[in-house]
């Protein structure tokens, strides 16, 4: 069974193609970081113009590569929330109107849901049910995942998610944007212990996440101290060193709870070299381990998209269109853990969050 999948709920615009048992056949991803560096951050219109203008030629790109034609297709998975509603609506307007002319299943995916499947991309054989870290620009989340579709909220952000404080951290800095990659790279020119940064609710006793005052942290240090290039390195490692505590308490926190010995690490800033050193000798240290995806696939992209509705299709997920009528609608807000499994119809599922 061959799925393409589009992702489009944000500034990255993502084509894949996946087959059953043999992966990815093809895949590409334009960024828009370039666009949207002046702004320092995403700007919604220009995000969405852009992929109106990217999204047929990678499809196009994405089939040839593959060596396929479209009539080669059996669904085209989508991105239908959350995220920027216009955004996501180029990308829902495409793959419906490319399914219902092949006149196959389209099938409308949870963005998160493909990210926290991703990791089943490098290693089809990870086994449920494990915990997932979920840990990118606009989530921190800790959930229990027991099978396609079955999903418990273990802990979440109270403010600002991970990559949002590294956003704001190198813009603090001076670093550019977007935010993770670079005080990443900063960081490798820091020194250890330097300055001590707080870890916000490392030992809270629950597994929930907070952000936001290690930001203002940051702030107060850099106006304190005026860092020169040094300087600047020095307070991205702490930086770094911190919310990588957080995390790893948080998740060896969520194992201890749960009893269970797979950690499962996706989105963006699970691609960060330290959290994934750090996480792996933490889960070694309690006779677990942990996944990733590839760091490719770390960011959004269409491969996880195509993934996710195809595991949802071989676990018995509904194959119709969104509506029989063929109309769609997006959910740029949609709780994950209110996901249907697949077989039981999305009457959940459409329920748009608040």
């Not at 059953?20 to 702004?39: I, K, N, T």
């Not at 196959?104 to 054989?125: C, D, F, K």
């Not at 006779?287 to 491969?303: F, I, K, M």
Request: net charge negative.
């Amino acid at each position: 069974m061959r799925v393409l999948g589009i992702e489009t709920s944000c500034d990255e615009t993502g084509v894949a193609l996946v087959e059953s048992g043999r992966g990815v056949l093809a895949h590409a991803l334009h960024s828009q970081v370039d666009l949207h560096e002046a702004y320092g951050g995403v700007v919604p219109e220009l995000a969405s113009r852009d992929h109106v203008r990217r999204l047929l030629p990678l499809t196009r790109q994405v089939l040839a590569q593959a060596g396929l034609a479209p009539t080669d297709l059996d669904a085209v998975a989508y991105t239908r929330g959350p995220g920027l509603a216009g955004a996501l609506l180029v990308g829902a307007s495409v793959a419906e109107s490319l399914a219902w002319t092949l006149r196959i299943p389209a099938l409308p995916v949870h963005h998160l849901e493909g990210h926290l499947l991703s990791p089943l991309l490098a290693e089809p054989g990870l086994g449920f049910p494990f915990v997932a870290l979920l840990v990118s620009g606009g989530h921190t989340q800790l959930m229990r995942v027991d099978a396609v579709g079955a999903y418990s909220l273990l802990g979440d952000t109270l403010d600002d998610a991970a990559g949002e404080a590294f956003d704001k951290t190198a813009k603090l800095l001076g670093l550019g944007y977007p935010g993770g990659p670079a005080v990443a790279r900063a960081a490798l020119g820091g020194r250890p212990g330097q300055h001590r940064l707080p870890r916000p609710m490392a030992a809270s006793g629950d597994l929930d996440f907070s952000f936001s005052g290690l930001k203002t942290a940051v702030a107060t240090l850099v106006a304190r101290v005026r860092p020169d290039a040094q300087g600047i390195a020095d307070i991205a490692h702490a930086f770094q060193e911190a919310v990588t505590d957080v995390l790893v308490a948080k998740c060896t926190g969520a194992l201890r709870a749960t009893g269970l010995t797979t950690l499962v690490v996706a989105g963006g800033v699970g691609a960060n070299r330290r959290l994934r050193e750090r996480l792996d000798a933490a889960c070694a240290g309690l006779g677990a381990r942990a996944a990733y995806p590839p760091v490719e696939l770390c960011t959004d992209n269409g491969a996880m998209i195509a993934w996710a509705g195809l595991l949802r299709l071989e676990a018995g997920g509904d194959p119709a269109s969104d509506t029989a009528d063929g109309a769609f609608t997006v959910l740029p807000r949609w709780p994950l853990e209110g996901l249907s499994p697949p077989g039981r119809g999305r009457a959940a599922d459409d329920q748009p969050a608040g």
